[in-house]
Every structure is written in structure tokens, then in C-alpha cells.
């Protein structure tokens, strides 16, 4: 089996790619690829799309490395390929984001990503450190993690899911933060699994098992 991480030039991927060999290593999951090449992403078993920064700029990042996205879109849609999205990997899932302006998604998981406006005007925005996570609803890629496990988030901005069946966990930053999002074979957080110690890598190792 192949594990493929996209990289597309949008953050250092070395945490990332160190948890998934580790966790693949220990579940006999097979090969972990870091690459930015169509080619590895249409033989992947497992796609993971991680992404740092800003909305616009890592969707046309994407866009900029040609034939990368239709490869992901050809293995998720068409193929039935299991799929991660970690971070703004996970917010271009949505329709559109909003971030300085309107950038079209995937549409994979039908929602907006809009900033965080805490309802307490004294909370920060980055929301930035360990929360914790508030299941909604069981998944595979969530197996042996509860309301109330720590994950790490770095993010302005988060998903406005439309259907909230396609919501499975969210935290409480003076109201309700999406953190992790999915339907049928694709799945998202907005956590960064890698850094989040324990809990991101049961997930990690539950996604590298799971078959939708």
C-alpha cells in the first residue's frame, strides 16, 4: 500500500511525514511518499492534503503545479481513494473561502470557510494551541478517541459545514469551531494530527487502516 502527501510548496511537511511512517510502520500500512508528482498520486492508496497559510494562496498553489489537483480530484472521486485533508487541506474541501477574498473550493463537503469571531471579543484570534475535541459522531478514523482528547490548532479561519451530518467533531472557543469534517471516503481536520502527540496519531493510524 501506498500512502502518498501531497506537496505542493504550501509548509513544511518533515513533522507530517515522520508521523505517517512511524504509524504506517507500526500498523504494516506500507509506503509513506512525500511528492508533488500526478504520477504517485494516481497510484496512491491514501492521499493526504496538508496545508499551511492562506485560503487563495495554497488553492492556487495547488493549482500551479499542473495536472496535481486532477490527479487528487480522479483518485478521491473516481477512484474511491481514502482522503485526508489536514489544516487549510481540510478547508478546501469546502465550496468557497473567504479569506481576504472569494476563492472556489473543492466542493467536496459543502460549506463556507469564514473567520473565527469568538462571541467573547477578549478570545484570540489565531486560535492557537491544544483544545479540546467534542465528538458529534462516530467514524472509523475516530476509533478509541473521545470528547475531550487534546489536539493542536494554528487557524484564523474555519468550516461553516451546511450539513451537519458531515460534521463529526468540533471544539468550543467561545462557541462552536469545526475541527474535524467527512463523508463517504474523505475525510478532514483542521488540527494538525501530526503535532496533536497521541490522539493525532491514533487518527493517523486509523485513517492508514481505514476502507471506506
Not at 13 to 34: C, D, I
Not at 81 to 96: E, K, S
Not at 108 to 136: E, F, S
Not at 169 to 185: M, Q
Request: proline share 6%; aromatic share 8%.
Amino acid at each position: 500500500m501506498l500512502t502518498v502527501l501531497v506537496d505542493y510548496d504550501s509548509g513544511n511537511l518533515h513533522s507530517a511525514e515522520k508521523a505517517f511512517q512511524r504509524m504506517a510502520a507500526e500498523v504494516g500500512a506500507g509506503e509513506v511518499l512525500v511528492s508533488s508528482q500526478p504520477e504517485d498520486v494516481a497510484r496512491a492508496n491514501r492521499i493526504v492534503l496538508p496545508g499551511d497559510g492562506a485560503f487563495p494562496a495554497c488553492r492556487q498553489a495547488l493549482s500551479d503545479h499542473t495536472g496535481l489537483f486532477e490527479a487528487i480530484d480522479d483518485g478521491v472521486r473516481r477512484r474511491g481513494v481514502p482522503f485526508l485533508g489536514i489544516c487549510v487541506g481540510m478547508q478546501m474541501l469546502a465550496t468557497r473561502g473567504l479569506e481576504y477574498h472569494e476563492t472556489r473550493g473543492f466542493g467536496w463537503i459543502g460549506g463556507d470557510v469564514t473567520r473565527i469571531t469568538p462571541a467573547d471579543p477578549g478570545m484570540k484570534v489565531p486560535h492557537m494551541g491544544w483544545n479540546d475535541l467534542v465528538i458529534d459522531r462516530p467514524h472509523p478514523v475516530l476509533d478509541g478517541i473521545a470528547t475531550g482528547d487534546h489536539a493542536y490548532f494554528v487557524h484564523s479561519y474555519a468550516m461553516q459545514v451546511t450539513d451537519p451530518a458531515e460534521l463529526l467533531a468540533h471544539v468550543e472557543y467561545a462557541g462552536p469551531v469545526t475541527a474535524i469534517v467527512g463523508r463517504d471516503n474523505v475525510v478532514g481536520t483542521q488540527f494538525h494530527p501530526e503535532k496533536s502527540q497521541a490522539t493525532g496519531l491514533r487518527l493517523i493510524a486509523n485513517f492508514l487502516r481505514w476502507r471506506p
